[in-house]
């Protein structure tokens, strides 16, 4: 008889669309040169940022009153309390959200990279265009008329499931820039509505995201003074997410909390195409190391990225490969290929990673707003399964004593009828609870 070992059970699971839990056994991974960034490329996109906080501070005066784009880390007892398998009871207090959800501006992790790859756009125009002078002049000047006029010249693209097209909108189109953005075929209405209302080109595709990715690079590639956001490829995005890393250490310090070999930081991510998670995890491992335990958490149809950190199989090959059909409604996360640049920075260090039935999304949105009024859309809620009941398994003594953030991707922004009806989902399917 052959026997099976764990990779081929998980895989099967894997290939079944039933939902996973994968250890990375640290078997190479192959795959392209990793960028050539560290410490000090994070470094300078939190300076970057900072050079933009009186910028942001005077475009976004209700939402962004220090003109710094970040979330807290929420303590969520009684989420934990209820929902920890009973022998791991006692690690309630060290279960945190890290609030993206709430993220000003954008409502969503995408606020990160989306956002800061426009403010780099926008610097090196202002800089040409010598609406400032230099990076210590003062970058509430690119909020003038002045600005405005000269930015209009100029075209964003990106392609998008939504968030980041929502957060590359609004940024955009807060400067003055002509923007457009391709939105997949699983993108929500109400997101090209408001895109559409903010002065944004919404261009509608039939097919999923990595064509409209591909349609979007294209059009960029044939204009004239046009910037591609590449989800998919591009190192700013990476970077501006990676910022995460250095603030969420700020924070764990200011809260007392120890990272170390013997009690690890793990972190529960959504992913979709990767770049998120991705340089999230890169910021983290930037000041962590190893001690960052990072797992990555996908739909049961859209599971790319760990079908990629799995399998032997080309960078090219997409979930459809393996006979998942990429439908879910988490919408943030109905990705079918996984971004190369991600595997290549940071594959081989991701500690594993799970994929989430979309039900099982529903229902912990439902619980996250009962046990702790949080307002959560599906792709946001799905690292819970990976605090509150995967990481139980894995059989090491530091997991009792780690500190767990399960990063909360999205949601803050959902309109009210749509977020009832997400919601009224997951209550009717925890109605037994
Ligand atoms: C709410 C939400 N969570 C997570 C992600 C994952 O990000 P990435 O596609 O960069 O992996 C997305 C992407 O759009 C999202 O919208």
Known sequence: MTEINADTWTWNRLSRGEPTFWLNSGRPIPHETPPSIGLRDIEDARARWERFAPLLKALFPDQVTDGIIE?????????????????????????????????????????????????????????????????????????????????????????STGNLGFAVGTMGRALGFETTVHMSSDAKTWKKDRLRKLGAIVVEHAADYTSAVAAARSEAAAADNAHFVDDEQSLELFLGYSVAGLRVAEQLKKAGIEVSAKKPLCVYLPCGVGGA??????????????????????????????????????????????????????????????????????????????????????????????????????????????????????????????????????????????????LARGVALTANE
């Open 277 to 422: 998670p991705g340089g999230v995890l890169f910021g983290l491992r930037a000041v962590f190391g190893d001690n960052v335990w990072g797992f990555f958490a996908e739909p049961t149809a859209s599971a790319c990225m760990l079908m990629r950190l799995m399998s032997q199989l080309p960078p090219e090959a997409s979930v459809y490969d393996i006979g998942l059909d990429n439908r879910t409604e988490a919408d943030g996360l109905a990705v079918g290929r996984a971004s190369e640049l991600v595997v290549a920075a940071v594959g081989e260090h991701v500690k594993g990673a799970f994929t989430v039935a979309d039900d099982e999304m529903f229902r912990w949105v439902a619980r996250a707003q009962r046990e702790e009024g949080l307002r959560l859309e599906p792709s946001a809620a799905a690292g819970f399964p990976g605090a509150l009941q995967h990481i139980w398994t894995v059989p090491a003594p530091e997991v009792a004593n780690a500190t767990h953030l399960m990063w909360t991707t999205g949601g803050s922004m959902v309109p009210d009828e749509q977020y009832q009806a997400m």
């Open 71 to 159: 979330s807290p880390l929420i303590p969520v007892p009684k989420l934990a309390a209820r929902y920890l398998p009973e022998e791991h009871r006692d690690a309630s207090s060290r279960i945190f959200v890290k609030a993206d959800h709430a993220l000003p501006v954008a409502g969503s992790i995408k606020a990160r990279g989306g956002i800061y790859e426009v403010l780099c756009l926008a610097e090196r125009v202002a800089l040409a265009e010598k609406i400032i002078s230099g990076h210590d002049d003062d970058y509430s000047k690119l909020a003038s008329p002045l600005a405005r006029e000269k930015f209009a010249r100029y075209r964003l693209l990106v392609a």
